[in-house]
């Protein structure tokens, strides 16, 4: 008995230390939430006998589909690739001698025959070399969560898609100039100003490509 409680006494504080550091990456933050346009002061109807009336609300020919207005749909097409590939190399050197030649009389006679020489040689040689490539393609809509004075726009929205093996987000957020936007209302994330793109998930999956959370305890603690 007294081994069964000194088990469990020892095997809670380790699963109260896995639940602290075997957290997964989890849902997406509020803020990617969808905005919607706040809805217009009702104001009083006045009958004033025409058939076009203002407040019942219009879009003008010209404006076509495009996103425009806060709660606006606008599709953003991912297209990104980055690149980045460092070389850095090095080589020192450094030679050094000092020579004394002893007289062969006197108290400093056993010297002879050899002089008292020093020298010393010192060099370094170093290389390093880093590469890194990322790639990112599909398409997620977003919507208008701020119009600015001069036309820009705040876009941002999440995707989520849920798998067999666990769940996969995309979160996209960044400033739009109305001009960008193609007829068909879409954009390349390329000419999204300030983005910020997260692509992360939950699941098997994830934990799979994960370090357990003991071996990330004993990575912190491990001088070597």
């Given at each position: ?147 600015y004075p001069n036309g ?30 193609g007829p068909d209302n ?39």
């Open positions: 008995m007294r081994t069964s409680s000194f088990k469990m006494a020892a095997l809670g504080p380790m699963l109260l230390l896995a639940a602290c550091m075997g957290g997964h990456a989890g849902p997406p933050s509020a803020e990617y939430r969808p905005s919607f346009a706040p809805p217009p002061p009702v104001a009083p109807v006045v009958s004033n006998g025409a058939i076009f009336q203002a407040s019942h609300g219009y879009s003008p020919l010209t404006s076509g589909t495009r996103a425009a207005q806060v709660g606006d749909i606008l599709t953003i097409a991912l297209v990104e690739r980055t690149q980045a590939t460092k070389t850095n190399s090095a080589n020192t050197g450094r030679n050094g001698e000092i020579g004394l030649s002893a007289p062969t009389t006197g108290p400093l006679s056993l010297f002879n025959p050899t002089d008292a020489r020093m020298g010393g040689d010192q060099s370094f040689t170093g290389k390093g070399s880093a590469a890194q490539e990322n790639r990112l393609s599909g398409e997620i809509s977003v919507t208008v969560a701020q119009v820009t726009m705040l876009v941002r929205g999440e995707k989520l898609v849920t798998l067999n093996r666990g769940d996969e987000y995309v979160q996209v957020s960044g400033l739009v100039r109305p001009n960008d936007i879409r954009i390349a994330s390329t000419r999204v100003a300030d983005a910020k793109i997260t692509y992360s998930g939950r699941g098997e999956i994830a934990r799979a490509s994960k370090q357990g959370w003991l071996q990330r305890f004993f990575s912190v603690v491990s001088p070597f």
